[in-house]
């Protein structure tokens, strides 16, 4: 392999993570959209309901910004490939969505009471 051929593939892997990088962030603000519309539905919720709530969203707050993070983090390090970007991205968002469809199951049932 030529030095050509390997800045040239460097270039790519970089355009690569990127191109990940924004995918993810633009489902990370939806995420955060939806997070702050349960923060809404709480501060409606009854009081026993709240206390609940307020825990697991906190969970689902801590598990947003470790997601935050990690893109953050693959962004500035050159030497990440795509493929470890995507599954460790992939990873945390499926804790997010358990994460967020607790609190959203807590809220649910206080309605329901």
Same mark, same amino acid.
Do not use: C, P
């Given at each position: 392999?030529?030095?050509?051929?390997?800045?040239? %593939?460097? +270039?790519?892997?970089?355009? !690569?993570?990127?191109? +990940?990088?924004?995918?993810? =962030?633009?489902?990370? %603000?939806?995420?955060?959209?939806?997070? %702050?519309?349960?923060?809404?539905?709480?501060? /409606?919720?009854?009081? =026993?309901?709240?206390?609940?709530?307020?825990?697991? /969203?906190?969970?689902?707050?801590?598990?947003?910004? +470790?997601?935050?993070? @990690?893109?953050? =983090?693959? @962004?500035? =390090? !050159?030497?990440?490939? $795509?493929?470890?970007?995507?599954?460790?991205?992939?990873?945390? /968002? $499926?804790?997010? @969505?358990? +994460?967020? %469809?607790? !609190?959203?199951?807590?809220?649910?049932?206080? @309605?329901?009471?």
């Amino acid at each position: 392999m030529t030095a050509n051929a390997s800045r040239t %593939d460097g +270039a790519t892997d970089q355009h !690569a993570v990127r191109v +990940a990088t924004d995918k993810f =962030d633009r489902l990370l %603000d939806d995420w955060h959209g939806r997070i %702050d519309e349960l923060k809404v539905q709480v501060d /409606l919720a009854t009081l =026993d309901v709240r206390e609940d709530v307020a825990k697991r /969203l906190e969970v689902t707050e801590n598990v947003y910004l +470790a997601v935050r993070s @990690r893109l953050s =983090d693959a @962004r500035h =390090d !050159a030497g990440q490939s $795509v493929a470890t970007v995507r599954q460790s991205v992939e990873e945390l /968002l $499926v804790d997010l @969505r358990r +994460a967020y %469809d607790d !609190a959203e199951a807590v809220v649910t049932r206080g @309605r329901e009471t």
